[in-house]
Structure formats: structure tokens, C-alpha cells
């Protein structure tokens, strides 16, 4: 073929990417030629490299096409409604619950906590004594959020009369649908029990559903979710650990319509009270965002892209592109965090919820780098947080193009989590998280972060080989 | 246990902050539990949990820090309160720890678009995989590492120019790629000359003898030896060959190499041929004739007399490359019988201790040429000639030192002196030797003083020799320029000071050396 390229690069300034004796670098770097340092390591002893699949697919075409597919999606918030209403599948005796599918003999503690709550929320338990009872009965069904286009944080729990987002994604028409966050603290998510758990509930059943229910529907457009993600992360959140940003954008978004659909302003200024006290409301729109442009991307031949990472508070599960039904997991991991007082590691329950959507969807902590506020957690630097994004480069297919990172001179954020760099590289995806207490009815105690646990992506790198 | 707690009024600090004041509170002497939180209304219940919510603390609002200390006693508490203070007000230090480096070739392109060259120096049975990434990423590649597959090799080329990249090596220890010496390169001028080289002491040799003329050049192609074997086809000799004829900037093309397959020496011939840039071919050990015969194409037998042509072809103001042989000739043979007064009778011997395999290899080519008895090496023209034991010279010896054998868990002869001295010391024990040769290969990646050691190591083989009451004669020629971080200038000085005969080429050195002995069989 053409040779042009060879004279093109005759008389271009060098950028060299060194890889292994450093003496070679130095003595470029002497003659003031820029020098990458890739800090190589040996591969694993005997993993493939996998370029095509047994089936034949050349596997970074499919990869590409997948990422393509989760870049090019466009969330839009467009309604909500109540759940046995709207998502597919939902009935009255269903729970939704987070992460791969378990029984409520494996639940952990609060994920369990939400469950009995849920089921006193419902009214179908008078105390949580009955409601245990019932939930250990085999008449309640538990399927997991993802199996029914939704996905919860922590204990992820919706029951059928809880109200949720509704967010279409207006490149590929799917729908993807998430509650409303309840805040911090002593609440249902964390398995938080207790009557100011159930009291805020109904509140957000009966006037905050409605009140913001009302204004969107004044809203013919939706609100562009993909915009104000990409917004946020330029203001210092992730969103996933941080929604403070978000969640002012979003109330900037919905407040001329809630302002003409108020009937009543008593009303209407608590529910702006209930949201801009509530740093995380922004959680459950970032999240049902992630899951209605991640899900486009299941399906694809041939690809090693993870759509799905999630927890149950037991189990770590993930999900690829190719083989979409399919859950990999292995136990949830123990979060190092920083503990509310009187709290300590020792309350902590393992890894817990969906909201890794978000770093399954390119933010979250593969977007560390924009969110400097939070930077404790991995380590107390701005640095260390720019370095754990730069390393989540590594692990990732693609970049994104909507998502871009400020303090990388507006880089896309890392997307699209290739499993077969993981396996290549040994990095494990960033995880940035809040933590549960062990026991049903605590609530939050704290967050974090953590690495994927390994074992899952292992298991979903041998099925991958053999497709 | 009592609670004592201070209040700061509108002071904002992130909760993660706190989160870690609070953590270090907690553990100091005598505080059984502590809080430092923003005074919002879940933070005061979440205190109120914990038994720490004090009047104070309930009476601020959501834009006041508390700081709430549970102590056994007054002394504790005071001095816990002192170090929440003291920690909110610690500034992180600025500097951090170390910058990222990228773990993948591809995420280190991925982050730098302008990265344009990979070099790879890992251990071979990794080099292909790294060097298909970096194809992949849109980048050319220096491939130092040996002990590639050529199944690899013949992959990697194919998929390189078919996507106009460069893939120099396996084994390719020296390019000059955009005046940017890598790997074991020099100091050069900028010039119209273009060099693709399977070797690369060779491809050093020949640019400085070129630098040592004034004459520059565009680019030094470097392409590993087996480049030109018939399973790879010549494959980024021909590649870089096309891009030369391209390049507006080269004017003259010098290709350097041990005599191709015959199928691949065609192919390279018609490539010369199909052009209108004159190109000097040398084919060390080749027939010239074939190359005679090509258009655009010129033969040279040495390194030395293929940089004299090319510089002459570049513009040099020299005599003819014949003319100016012959009278060097004739200047080392007079030389040569002066130096050859000085020789005991039973020393008859040329022992060459090399750093650079091509310099080994045109030394032996000379060395054939001049001389009626074999010519042994552990990296012999001919199997025949092999040394028994690569450890110990016999008769006429020429040893490359930086062959795998003498390599493994070694650095190289041309970073480290060690060796190269010990056997310098060998041979100057042998009462049969009369010559020594060496080659100084300075430069980039190269011993930062060589010189320097093997003066004082010749000094020390005098010695030796003078025991068996002979004098050695050592000759050396010195491969690098003035630019060079040792200085063509200053290593040279440094050998003769030790009255080492320095030769301005390998070639000449090698005659130099043989002319000695042959004068003393003529007196024989």
C-alpha cells in the first residue's frame, strides 16, 4: 500500500513512548525529545491476547461499536410514574432490589433492612416483625433492578408503589427508570428502618412525586440529563460520590415549571428544601442515566465491553456487552472509607448497590479527576485523583466524548471497560461509594472507595474466550 | 463523659475533610469519641445519636463547623479541640507524589496524540506483543529488543508498511530518525544523505565517517539484521529505500547490509534503479559487480569507502574514492613497516577485540583480502573459521564482544569495558601477538569515558608484554563525532596518549593492523 506515511513523518518533532531500558529514554531526553515512560509490567503468565473471538468477530470492531452506542446515547428525563405502573414486569409482589439476582437467605443486612421496610411502606406488614416474616415467606418475588431497566443505589429496593424517574434515551427510544433519592443518614437505601424512614416515604409519595411529576409534564422536551452530567462534571462532581452540582443544575432545570404548577407554595418550598438539602438527589438521575445509555450497548457480538457492574451487599456481579444475560460475579468487597462518628469498619457491610453504573458508564470514579472536593478518598490529593482517572484510561476502550475532564485539558472521561484489559493490566475499575451499616435498620455510617473484585472479571474473561 | 464542643461560624470545609479530622480526633489520648461536621440538620441528628450534640452545637446552623469532642476528661478535650485546629488549618502539601505513568503503549498514545515513536527495549518474548500495540496506535517503532520470532518479525513488517510505519528492529540498535540519535547513535549534522542499515554499528560507522567529511544526513533507518533475509524480504529496507526516493530533503542514498538473499537483492537493486537518487550499495562481502551493473546504483566494499563515495555523491570536495584509498594506502603501509621494526620475531598475530559486530565483520573481510592465513572468529565469514572457543584467540583473531554469547546477564561491550579489558589483558599474555585492534564506538548509549579505561588497560598490556620482553602494538579507530558527549577529539587523545595508533576508520585500522604482519612474512 502507500508509503506516504513514512515521508510524512520525516521532519516531525518526535514524541517518544518508551518502553523498558530507561537509559534509552534518557539519552533521547538529553537531546530534549519529549519521552513517555509507559511503566511496563510482564503480563500475566499464559492469559491470550484476544483480538477475534472463537466465533471469528474481530473483537475491537465490536468493542467499538458497543462504545459507540453508549457514547452517542442521549438520556432525557422525561416523566415519572409509579412503579407497578411503569417498568416492565413490575407487580404488586415484586421487589426490586440492587445488584446480581440473590434470595433472602444470602441478603445482607441492609439490604434486607430495605426490604422489610419497603414491605411496611407498602402496607403489606404492619411492623417489621410481620415484614420479615413475609419477605422469608417465598410470596414476595425479588428480581434484580437491571433485569427490569432500572437500576437503585445501595440496597436499590422499589417496590410497586414507589414513585420513579422515567428517562427515555432519545438516540436508541429505551427507557430506563430509577426513585427519588431520600437523602443522607437514617434512610430506607442504607436499610435505614424506623417511622421517619416510612414518614418520608409517604412525603415523597404524596408531595414531592406529585409536585415534580406536575412540572415536568409541563416540560415537553424533558430534561436533558446527558447536558447536565457533563455539566456537573465541570463543576467538580463525578456524580456518583458527589452530586452537589448536579443536583443545583437539576433544580435550576425543573424551577420555572415547578414554580407554575405549585398549588400550593407551602408545599413547593419544602419540596425545594427536601432537594437542596439533599446533595445526592442528583444520585438517582446520574444513575438511571448511566443504565439508559449503557443498555443500547448489550447485545453486541463479539464485544468484551462491561454494560453492567452492580452489587447486592453479598455479591459483586457484572455483565458484557456479548453476552448480555449472563452475571459474573464474586464477593462484594470491603469499602476503605472515612466513618460517620461512633462508626468504624467494623459496622461496615461489603459493597453495596447499582450506582456503579455510573463508573460502568465512564463517570463515577473513572471521573475522579473532575471532582477535587472529594479527593480525600483516594488519598487526600488532587494529583492522586487526576492519577486514578489516568488509570482508568488503561482499562477502557474508549473515551467519551460528551464527558470531558477540566483538569485533563478537557479529556473524555475513560468509557467503556474492556475486560480484556483488566485481565491485561491487573487494574481494577475505580469504585467510589457510601457505606451501609452491616445490621438492618442502621442507615449510612460513612464512604469510600474500592476496586472491583477481580474473581468476576476473571470468570467473564474465560466465557469470553470461549465465544 | 463530658462533651465540650467549639462552634466556627460560616466556616465551609468538604465533608471528607471533616470525615478525616474527626478520624484523627477520635484516635488521640483520652477522646472516646469525636465529630467535626457541617451544623446541618442530619449532621445534628446524626450527633444526637452519638451523644454529642451539646447546647451549642443545636443552636448552629447548616453553615457552622462543629467540632465536638467526648473526653474523659477537661486536658484531653482542650487539646483535642487544639489539634482539630490545627489540622483544619494544615495546608496539603504541594508537592505530590511522583506523575503518572501510563502502563500500556496504548494509553500512553491515547493521552499524547503526538506521540509518534515507540521504543521498545523488553525482553523479547514480550517485544511483539508491545510492538503490535504501538503499530496499532498509529505509532512507528524502534524494536531494540532481540530474540523476536521471525514469524513475528515477517507479521509485524507486513502490517508496518502496509500502514506506512516504520517497524526498525528486532534487534536494531541504532536509528537516526529526524536528527534524533536512538539507541547506540551519534552526534550527526543535518545533510542530504539517506541511510537504511541492517546493521547498526555499521549504520554508526558510516554517518560518522560522513560527519567526519561534513557531510549530513536526513535519516539513519535502522531495520535489524535479518531484514534482508528471504523469509522477511527486505521488507523495511525497500519500505525506507521508497520513502527516501520520496523525501525532497535526501539527495544521496547509502544502504548498508551483509549481502542479501539473491531474491531480495534484486528487489532492492530494481528499487535503486526505478528511482533517479544515486545510491551507494554496500553489500559487505557482496559482489560488487551486481551492483555495478544497476542504474542510480554504486558498490562499496568497506563501510569507510561506501562513506567516501556517498560524501563525494553529497557535494564533499574529495578526489576520487580510488585515488584517495590508494594514497591512504600507501601512508599505512609506510607506517606499517616503521611499526613493524619494533616486533620480536615470533610475534605474528592480529588479534581484534571488538564492540561493534559490523566492525568486526568488514575487519575480517580486510583481513582476508590482505592476509594468506585464515582469520578466525566467534563470528566467522565462514563456518570453517570459527573459533573453537570464543574465550581464547588463536593465529589471526577477530572477536566480536558483543555477541549473545558473551552478552547474557552482561551489559554490552559498548556500556561496560570490563570484559573488553580482561581480554585486552588475555592476549597481551600471548607471545605470538604483535597487533591488537580495537574499535571506540562513543556516542549516544555508550560508555561515558571508554577511552579513558582502555588507555589505562593498554597501558597495563605493555606491561604484560614487556615481561616477554616484546612490544605490543595496538591500533584503534574511533566511531563517533565532535558532538558527541565524549568527543571524537578527546577519546582520541586519550589513545594515543597511550600510544595507541588511531586510525580514522575501522577500514584503515584493519589495513593498518594487516599490513604489519604482512611486511614481516615478506621478511620472513
Known amino acids: ?467 | 463523659m463530658p462533651v465540650k464542643s467549639i462552634i466556627k461560624v460560616g466556616e465551609y470545609h468538604d465533608s471528607v475533610s471533616l470525615m478525616l479530622v474527626a478520624q484523627a480526633l477520635s484516635s488521640s489520648p483520652g477522646v472516646s469519641d469525636a465529630a467535626v461536621v457541617m451544623a446541618t440538620e442530619a449532621n445534628k441528628g446524626i450527633l444526637a445519636q452519638a451523644g454529642l450534640l451539646d447546647e451549642a452545637a443545636s443552636a448552629a446552623n447548616s453553615n457552622d463547623l462543629v467540632i465536638a469532642i467526648s473526653a474523659e476528661d477537661e486536658a484531653s478535650s482542650t487539646a483535642a479541640l487544639q489539634l482539630a485546629e490545627t489540622l483544619l488549618k494544615a495546608k496539603v502539601s504541594a508537592a505530590q507524589s511522583g506523575e503518572f505513568h501510563p502502563r500500556t503503549i496504548h494509553s500512553a498514545a491515547a493521552a499524547h496524540p503526538e506521540a509518534n515513536l515507540a521504543v521498545i527495549s523488553i525482553a523479547g518474548r514480550y517485544a511483539a506483543n508491545e510492538a503490535w500495540q504501538a503499530l496499532r496506535a498509529g505509532l512507528h517503532v524502534l524494536l531494540f529488543s532481540d530474540n523476536v520470532s521471525l514469524e513475528d518479525e515477517i507479521a509485524l513488517k507486513k502490517y508496518a508498511v502496509d500502514h506506512g510505519l516504520l517497524l526498525m528492529g528486532p534487534g536494531a540498535g541504532t536509528a537516526i530518525i529526524n536528527g534524533v540519535a536512538l539507541g547506540f547513535a551519534n552526534v550527526l549534522p543535518a545533510g542530504p544523505v539517506g541511510i537504511v542499515s541492517a546493521a547498526g554499528t555499521g549504520l554508526q560507522e558510516v554517518s560518522t565517517l560522513l560527519a567526519k567529511q561534513g557531510v549530513g544526513i536526513t535519516q539513519g533507518i535502522g531495520t535489524g539484521g535479518r531484514d534482508l533475509k528471504e523469509e522477511v524480504g527486505g521488507r523495511m529496507m525497500l519500505a525506507g529505500l521508497r520513502a527516501l526516493q520520496a523525501d525532497p530533503a535526501t539527495k544521496v542514498l547509502l544502504l548498508v547490509s551483509k549481502p542479501p538473499a539473491a531474491s531480495v537483492t534484486e528487489e532492492v537493486l530494481d528499487q535503486i534503479a526505478s528511482g533517479t537518487k544515486p545510491a551507494v550499495v554496500c553489500f559487505l562481502g557482496g559482489n560488487p559487480a551486481i551492483v555495478q551493473a544497476v542504474p542510480n546504483a554504486v558498490p562499496a566494499r568497506t563501510l569507510q569507502e561506501a562513506a567516501l563515495i556517498t560524501a563525494r555523491l553529497a557535494g564533499a570536495s574529495l578526489m576520487e574514492t580510488a585515488d584517495l584509498l590508494k594514497q591512504e594506502d600507501q601512508q599505512l603501509k609506510a607506517q606499517a613497516s616503521s611499526l613493524s621494526s619494533r616486533l620480536a620475531p615470533e610475534q605474528q598475530f592480529l588479534r581484534g577485540l571488538f564492540s561493534g559486530g559490523t566492525l568486526c565483520y568488514e575487519t575480517q573481510l580486510i583481513w582476508q583480502e590482505l592476509l594468506a592465513e585464515a582469520v578466525y572468529s566467534n563470528a566467522p565469514l565462514r563456518l570453517a573459521d570459527k573459533l573453537p572457543d570464543s574465550n581464547h584467540s588463536q593465529g589471526h583473531s577477530a572477536v566480536d564482544l558483543g555477541e549473545e554469547e558473551f552478552t547474557v546477564g552482561r551489559p554490552h561491550p559498548m556500556i561496560d569495558n570490563d570484559l573488553r579489558i580482561r581480554r585486552l589483558l588475555q592476549e597481551a599474555r600471548d607471545p605470538g601477538v604483535a597487533v591488537i585492534l580495537l574499535d571506540v564506538v562513543i556516542g549516544y548509549g555508550a560508555h561515558p569515558d571508554p577511552a579513558a579505561e582502555l588507555a589505562r588497560a593498554v597501558g597495563e598490556a605493555r606491561q604484560i608484554a614487556a615481561q616477554n620482553g616484546h612490544k605490543l602494538i595496538v591500533v584503534a579507530s574511533v566511531t563517533g563525532t565532535s558532538g558527541d558527549p565524549q568527543g571524537l577529539e578527546k577519546q582520541t587523545r586519550l589513545l594515543e596518549g597511550a600510544q595507541v595508533i588511531v586510525c580514522g576508520s575501522n577500514a584503515a585500522a584493519a589495513r593498518l593492523a594487516a599490513y604489519v604482519v604482512q611486511d614481516r612474512s615478506d621478511e620472513k
Open chain 1, 1 to 467: 500500500m502507500s508509503n506516504s506515511k513514512i515521508q510524512d513523518f520525516f521532519g516531525k518533532p518526535l514524541t517518544i513512548v518508551n518502553i523498558g531500558l530507561g537509559s534509552m529514554a534518557q539519552s533521547v531526553r538529553d537531546q530534549g525529545v519529549p519521552v513517555l515512560d509507559v511503566d511496563w509490567r510482564p503480563p500475566t503468565e499464559g492469559l491470550p491476547r484476544l483480538h477475534t473471538t472463537q466465533s471469528g468477530i474481530d473483537i475491537d470492531t465490536a468493542n467499538a461499536e458497543a462504545c459507540r452506542r453508549i457514547k452517542s446515547g442521549r438520556p432525557v428525563l422525561v416523566g415519572m410514574g409509579i412503579a407497578r405502573d411503569v417498568i416492565p414486569g413490575m407487580h404488586a409482589h415484586m421487589i426490586l432490589h440492587a445488584g446480581p439476582p440473590i434470595t433472602w437467605e444470602r441478603m445482607c443486612g441492609p439490604q434486607r433492612g430495605a426490604v422489610i421496610g419497603a414491605l411496611v411502606y407498602e402496607g403489606m406488614a404492619q411492623d417489621e416483625a410481620q415484614a420479615e416474616k413475609l419477605a422469608a415467606s417465598g410470596a414476595i418475588e425479588f428480581s434484580p433492578c437491571h433485569h427490569h431497566h432500572s437500576v437503585g443505589p445501595m440496597a436499590g429496593i422499589i417496590s410497586a408503589s414507589m414513585p420513579v424517574f422515567i428517562l427515555e434515551n432519545k438516540s436508541f427510544g429505551n427507557r430506563a427508570f430509577a426513585t427519588q433519592n431520600e437523602g443522607l443518614g437514617k434512610v430506607l437505601r442504607y436499610g435505614g428502618l424506623g417511622p421517619e424512614v416510612y414518614t418520608r416515604l409517604k412525603w415523597m409519595e404524596t408531595d414531592l412525586y406529585p409536585t415534580l411529576d406536575r412540572a415536568l409534564q409541563t416540560l415537553p422536551d424533558g430534561i436533558d440529563l446527558r447536558s447536565l452530567i457533563a455539566q456537573a462534571l465541570h463543576m467538580g462532581d463525578e456524580c456518583h460520590n458527589r452530586n452537589r452540582a448536579g443536583t443545583s443544575l437539576f433544580l435550576r432545570a425543573i424551577g420555572p415549571a415547578l414554580a407554575r404548577t405549585s398549588r400550593d407554595g407551602e408545599i413547593l418550598a419544602r419540596v425545594i428544601e427536601f432537594i437542596d438539602r439533599n446533595d445526592h438527589f442528583f444520585l438517582n438521575l446520574s444513575m438511571p442515566a448511566g443504565k439508559a445509555m449503557l443498555e443500547p450497548a448489550e447485545g453486541v457480538d463479539g464485544s468484551s465491553i462491561v454494560t453492567v457492574m452492580a452489587r447486592n451487599g453479598t455479591d459483586f456481579g457484572i455483565r458484557l456487552s456479548s453476552m448480555p444475560e449472563r452475571w459474573f460475579t464474586a464477593p462484594a468487597g470491603i469499602v476503605q472509607g472515612l466513618y460517620f462518628p461512633q462508626f468504624t469498619e467494623a459496622d461496615a457491610n461489603p459493597d453495596i448497590g447499582d450506582s456503579t453504573i455510573t463508573e460502568t458508564a465512564g463517570y463515577g470514579g473513572m471521573a475522579m479527576a473532575a471532582a477535587p472536593a472529594i479527593v480525600k478518598f483516594v488519598g487526600g490529593s488532587p494529583q492522586l485523583a487526576t492519577q486514578t482517572t489516568l488509570e482508568m484510561y488503561e482499562i477502557t476502550f474508549d473515551e467519551h466524548e460528551q464527558f470531558t475532564i477540566p483538569a485533563l485539558n478537557f479529556r473524555g472521561t475513560p468509557c467503556g471497560i474492556d475486560v480484556r484489559l483488566v485481565m491485561e493490566t491487573g487494574i481494577l475499575p475505580q469504585i467510589n461509594t457510601g457505606i451501609a451499616h452491616k445490621n438492618p435498620g442502621v442507615g449510612m455510617v460513612g464512604a469510600g472507595i474500592l476496586r472491583a473484585p477481580e474473581a468476576c472479571f476473571r470468570e467473564a474473561f474465560d466465557a469470553f474466550q470461549r465465544i
